[in-house]
């Protein structure tokens, strides 16, 4: 979805490079959340680019010149440009989406914001709660109603996180050992870059404060509340070299492909399994090594090369547009198969969603290219039929199990359809019930769409 930091320098200082540099430093970190869009806020101004953040040295050119200056500031990074068009006039930084809007209109705080976009609507409300009316129960009370994910917003000299209570999205706090630092970011993978840090995790319904003077303060929380997080955080969002839990993401991945190799054992003809995009290694990994323990003849090997990262974000790598456009006009792209690992070979191509179904199709045409006998698609995600189940870039995009809602009424005939569709021997999705197994939780922790929750497969 996005990637949000907020930053919080105890010391003095007479120019803003120390700022610019840590805020600059934090975003790269966090870069894989996004690169479509980025914006940085420093004291009372802010900063709003499309594509990669430039260098340092840049940054504080524009930053001098734009009289970003101050010793607190929040980075934002996204896949996507902004959907509403008051983040070019507020401060606020959002890693979530919102729901029940449609009457803010008549809530009694909302004043000169009627007739406003919801982020606004929501941000004026929660802020005339919190700070004029000194409420901040009430506050988060109202926030958390309409709030899935994280939000930082700028108020005055301060900076305030909120963490919805179903713990959504995963949020961090870090204080450096001498004080002088606070930190709230999307994730702790910044730890392995910050090592004289503690980060700790920000509890589901709290709500914190960034400020000069006092540092890292909690304000308020709500009780706890039903878990409600983002399964997709485990599959792609956050970084390999994140934990949750106490566990690290890539063990999690690897132990979601082991779950899903142990379901779909008795089911599979194949040879070889191969990740594809880059992103799902983890899962590749231990969907093979669990194989391996049940047939002597799986290869353990890579046959396709691609780019990290997927297509979703064109701004990402221009490797990927230049890869499609090689496919359209040429017939090649800058992907290649190892030949003598796929010829004549029943094989599989793990992916980490099917989308729109394009990553499979191509995948699948250079598989056949290369003398593929069989193949068959391993997805590690459930089926992807809404836009916030894997971020807000894919809204507004022809995700191909839509056309399926409501034909099919177990993940046995899905898979039969969308293999017709991309041309596949087979697909496998993962069902809500194997994903949490592999995440190692229950499936009424995580969010799904009504309708995949409740598909299933028929054995």
């Known amino acids: 979805m996005a990637g949000i930091v907020a930053l919080n320098c105890m010391q003095s200082t007479e120019d803003n490079h120390s700022i610019i540099g840590l805020l600059a430093h934090s975003m790269r970190l966090l870069q894989h959340r996004g690169k479509a869009y980025w914006k940085m806020i420093v004291g009372n101004n802010a900063l709003a680019k499309e594509g990669s953040l430039p260098t340092d040295e840049i940054l504080v050119r524009i930053a001098n010149k734009e009289k970003l200056r101050g010793n607190n500031a929040i980075g934002y990074l996204s896949k996507r440009s902004p959907q509403f068009h008051s983040f070019d006039v507020i401060h606020v930084a959002l890693d979530g989406f919102f729901v029940d809007t449609e009457k803010l209109y008549l809530h009694p705080e909302i004043g000169q914001a009627r007739d406003s976009d919801s982020l606004y609507k929501i941000c004026y409300i929660f802020t005339k709660l919190l700070i004029n009316k000194n409420y901040p129960e009430r506050a988060i009370q109202f926030l958390d109603r309409h709030l899935r994910g994280n939000l930082i917003t700028k108020i005055d000299n301060e900076i305030f996180a909120y963490r919805n209570s179903t713990g959504f999205k995963p949020l961090v706090a870090a204080t450096s050992k001498e004080g002088s630092l606070n930190m709230i970011a999307s994730e702790n993978s910044l730890r392995t ?74 089911d599979l003809d194949i040879e070889s399994a191969f990740a594809e995009p880059d992103y799902t290694r983890p899962m590749g990994l231990g969907f093979n090594i669990e194989l391996q323990k ?50 004549e070979k029943n094989v599989a191509t793990i992916q980490g969603t099917i989308q729109t179904g394009g990553t499979a199709r191509e995948t699948i045409h250079y598989l056949r290219r290369a003398g593929a006998r069989r193949i068959e698609v391993i997805v590690s995600y459930v089926v992807t039929i809404d836009g916030r189940q894997v971020g807000l870039y894919t809204q507004n995009r ?27 021997d087979a697909v496998h999705y993962n069902s809500p019930k194997i994903l949490a197994r592999g995440i190692g939780l229950s499936e009424h922790e995580l969010w799904f769409p009504e309708w995949v929750r409740f598909l299933d497969y028929q054995t």
């Open 294 to 343: 049940r047939y002597t003849n799986i290869e353990l090997s890579e046959g396709i090369i691609k780019d990290r990262y997927d297509d979703s974000d064109h701004m990402i790598d221009f490797s990927e547009q230049v890869s499609k456009n090689k496919l359209l006009t040429t017939g090649n792209s800058l992907k290649f198969v190892i030949e003598g690992l796929v010829k």
């Open 193 to 266: 870059s910050f090592v004289d840090i503690d980060f700790r995790d920000v509890k589901p319904g709290q709500l914190l404060k960034l400020n000069r003077d006092s540092g890292l303060d909690f304000v308020t929380e709500l009780p706890n509340s039903t878990t409600m997080i983002d399964p997709f955080e485990f599959i792609r969002e956050s970084h390999v070299a994140s934990t949750l839990f106490g566990r690290s993401l890539y063990s999690i991945r690897k132990n979601i492909g082991k779950e899903q190799a142990n379901f779909l054992a008795k």
């Open 398 to 424: 022809d995700l191909i199990a839509n056309k399926f809602v409501g034909d099919v009424t177990n993940i046995d005939d899905l898979n039969k359809k969308v293999a017709k569709e991309i041309g596949a």
